[in-house]
């Protein structure tokens, strides 16, 4: 799993050259896949020298992201896809489809026992949204956070 770097912009002589930092995962959709992505991210962005509460933060969108993937989607499998851009950190998680509705924030009572995973990561995200998969097959959930 080792980080694939690539060049934003070349610059000019005398400028610096901003660098992405990138990295992509594919496990089962099973839910112990869940734990696994966990401590991939968790590894790679201390790998990459990103701050506590980020990685935190991180570990704990992609976990409920790959949660949804894997309970909502008759999907296979899901990628999971890091990136890093100065400041920002940016979050994919793809399925290849099979959900019956598109991913939301929806009120939920006290007492139900589920349906907060994205308000959770509505609420740790600077933003966040869903994209149709460039197959046409699936989607793919991001949400961006910065440290």
Do not use: Y
Not at 83 to 109: I, K, M, N, Y
Not at 124 to 138: F, I, M, N, T
């Amino acid at each position: 799993m080792a980080p694939f770097h690539e060049a934003l912009s070349l610059g000019r002589p005398g400028r610096s050259v901003t660098r992405c930092l990138k990295d992509a995962f594919l496990l089962p959709a099973l839910s112990s896949s869940v734990a696994e992505a966990r401590g991939l991210v968790l590894v790679r962005l201390r790998d990459w020298g990103i701050d506590e509460e980020v990685r935190e933060n991180a570990v704990l969108v992609v976990s409920e992201l790959v949660t949804n993937a894997v309970r909502h989607t008759t999907t296979a499998s899901v990628r999971c896809e890091l990136r890093l851009a100065e400041a920002l950190l940016r979050l994919e998680v793809a399925d290849q489809g099979g959900a019956r509705t598109q991913p939301r924030t929806r009120p939920v009572s006290a007492d139900q026992e589920g349906g907060r995973g994205l308000m959770l990561v509505e609420a740790l995200a600077e933003s966040w949204g869903v994209r149709p998969h460039e197959s046409g097959q699936g989607r793919t959930v991001w949400a961006c956070l910065t440290g």
